[in-house]
């Protein structure tokens, strides 16, 4: 499975887009991108996966360069509650099907 | 959709004992769930992976006849934590997959703290 790379902390004022990178240099043709996130003392939320393709739903928006290489989560219009750790994930669709977990990258919504 | 419960939500029990904890797939039918322990400060760790009606499959450094995992239906997966040490102490969190799917949908997790 891919390594990911991702920034251990991010500030953002409430109200602006929040812009989390993530780096998966290493990704094979078969591995989706996904996106978690952790609010504290809480289970991972799922938040949006793409393969190729960039996707958009009702909580956020992913970016995937051409090369798959990395990627880009954005929270269009960042808020409080947003506040949490934000995991990049490399999941292989075949048969070892298993989310491996980095630090992820904590995010601070500031007032 | 997709949601997962876990109960207890917290459980502080004599160090010796055993603690059961429920993982429930609400308003979908899993095929498999997956085990996490995550300690203070640290990433989610698998544990285990549960296919309903078969044996689990343990991660490396797992004690199977430890962490006692039954997955009977489609909707529901146990963990048994047995004979519980204070090390055992820590954030138990379940997830469950549709089949055909890849997305996992995490439980709320489950705090453990033994004495």
């Known amino acids: 499975d891919a390594k990911t790379t991702q920034p251990p902390s991010m500030d953002c004022a409430e109200g602006r887009a929040a812009n989390l990178p993530c780096n998966h240099s290493?990704?094979?043709?078969?591995?989706?991108v996904y996106w978690y996130r952790q609010i504290h003392s809480q289970g991972p939320q799922y938040i949006i996966h793409?393969?190729?393709?960039?996707e958009t739903n009702e909580m956020a928006s992913l970016i995937i360069t051409e090369d798959r290489k990395s990627s880009t989560l954005i929270l269009p219009h960042a808020t409080l509650r947003d506040t949490a750790v934000y995991y990049c994930?490399?999941?292989?669709?075949?048969?070892?099907?298993?989310?491996?977990w980095g630090l992820g990258t904590s995010l601070a919504v500031n007032p | 959709g997709a949601v997962v419960s876990q109960h207890p939500s917290r459980v502080i029990c004599k160090s010796g004992t055993s603690v059961k904890i429920e993982c429930r797939s609400l308003?979908?039918?899993?095929?498999?769930m997956f085990w996490y322990r995550q300690f203070p400060k640290q990433s989610l760790m698998l544990m285990a992976t549960?296919?309903?009606?078969?044996?689990?499959?343990?991660e490396q450094g797992v004690e199977k006849d430890k962490f006692l995992i039954n997955h009977a239906s489609l909707t529901l997966s146990t963990l048994t934590v047995t004979s519980a040490h204070p090390e055992d102490s820590s954030f138990y969190i379940c997830?469950?997959?549709?089949?055909?799917?890849?997305?996992?949908?995490f439980g709320p997790g489950t705090r453990l703290l033994v004495l």
């Open positions: 997830s469950a997959r549709l089949a055909g799917q890849e997305t996992q949908y």
């Open positions: 308003d979908f039918q899993a095929t498999t």
């Open positions: 549960s296919n309903e009606g078969s044996k689990a499959t343990y």
């Open positions: 290493t990704i094979s043709g078969n591995e989706y």
């Open positions: 793409g393969l190729k393709n960039n």
């Open positions: 994930i490399a999941l292989n669709a075949g048969n070892n099907r298993k989310l491996i």
